[in-house]
């Protein structure tokens, strides 16, 4: 079984829209998915058409896996399902913060999981945390939506200081930008520096669109209600490279073999 956290310190960046997207583009290749919506916010359950489990509260969530299980719900979508978040899982960094083995306990709970799914999507919410570190534990490959900005910059900075300072792997950060607006010079000038400066960005990038704004009314992902639009496409490749990646070919690796380097 493999993790994919859709993650970021900064808000709104597009992580729940990533998360749905890439969720409903692994289930359409064949893997078995759960999407698991860590955010209180809940999100993703909104997305998904899912109501809020009230009776999965924070200290339930690690220590009965059995409650766990039974709040899995179906999705509208073949081999999709969601555990939804609900507002208790603001109390996740009081709770974790009194158990043993704080920082791995997301880790040992999602791979019990590993008979029943391939892959375990998380929507994480904004902030660094304890949660957060459990992401970062239990995670193969944290996916981080960059809008390019400076601040955006400096936040990401942020974050691979914090992955070196606690020995965590780098290579499994993995960001993309989002939101991106061509037309834009900062957009154009921070991609082209951030791409310098770090070697692992992705290739995909997803432009700034009104169609996965409209996610919010039609609830649904955008590869199913408009597949062929641009954002749509792009969340497709970043499915498509993130897959490259985790088998360990990387988007230049490829295209060097194609052109016969
Ligand atoms: N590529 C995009 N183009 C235009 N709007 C976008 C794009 N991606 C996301 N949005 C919009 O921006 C807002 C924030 O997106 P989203 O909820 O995916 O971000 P988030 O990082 O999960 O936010 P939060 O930190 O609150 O959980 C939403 O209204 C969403 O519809
Ligand atoms: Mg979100």
Known sequence: MKIVAC???KGGVGKTATAINLAYAAAQDGLRTLICDLDPQGASSYYFRVRPSTKLK???FFTRRDRLVRNIKGSDYPRLDILPANLAYRDFDQMLAGMKKSRLRLSQLLHSLSDE???VVLDCPPNITILSENIFHASDQVVVPVIPTTLSQRTFSQL????????LKRK???PFFSMVEQRKRMHNEVRQDMRKAYKRFLQSEVPYSVDVENMGVTREPLLVTQPRSPAAL??????????????GVSQGELKGAKDGD
């Open 172 to 174: 499994s950060l993995l």
């Open 58 to 60: 924070a200290d339930t």
């Open 234 to 247: 792009a969340f497709t490749q970043l499915w498509r490279e993130l897959k490259q990646r985790s088998n």
């Open 117 to 119: 799914y391939d892959l």
């Open 7 to 9: 993650y970021s310190i």
């Open 160 to 167: 691979l200081g914090f992955y070196k300072e606690s020995n």
